[in-house]
């Protein structure tokens, strides 16, 4: 009879992983990586072949073309990776919702766009996987600071 497991399977337990030389982050402009610095020279350094990687990365980001994207690149001792997209910047998402082409210098006393509570929740339930938060409220609080700090009110 198999003894039942009492404690949970973590996610790096239950993957056949291939040892990881590195975990590189960066952010990249979707649709147009090139190998250009800073990301050739960071992913040269890690190993991995420059090519392959912009090839697959525009290929897989050509719906958010133009704008920021992080990604967390795992590169492998073999010098194979695996990359995972993160969602646009909170920055660049509100910025899009005010309709607005930058932030305020001066977000304490200029205000420079608005956006709705609506939708800040909007943004908030599109950016959640992406944020230190466990609630819908919580998600929200973090983009409205953003928001404030960028001098974007929220109404």
Known sequence: MAKERTTPVRAWESMATKPIKKIVKVQVTAGK???????????????????????????ATKEFMGQTLP???T?????????????PLASALL???????????????????????TVLEELAK????????TTL??????LAGTARSMGIEIV
């Open 33 to 59: 990586a090139t190998p250009a610095p800073p990301l050739g020279p960071v992913l040269g350094g890690a190993g991995v072949n420059i090519g392959q990687f912009i090839s697959q990365f525009n290929e």
């Open 71 to 73: 990604v967390e690149i």
């Open 75 to 87: 590169v492998f001792q073999d010098s194979t990776f695996e990359f995972k997209l993160k969602k």
């Open 95 to 117: 910025l899009k919702a005010a309709k607005i082409e930058k932030g305020s210098g001066q977000p304490n006393r200029q205000k420079v766009g608005k956006i709705s509570r």
């Open 126 to 133: 599109e950016k959640m996987e992406d944020l230190n938060a």
């Open 137 to 142: 409220a919580g998600a929200a609080n973090i």
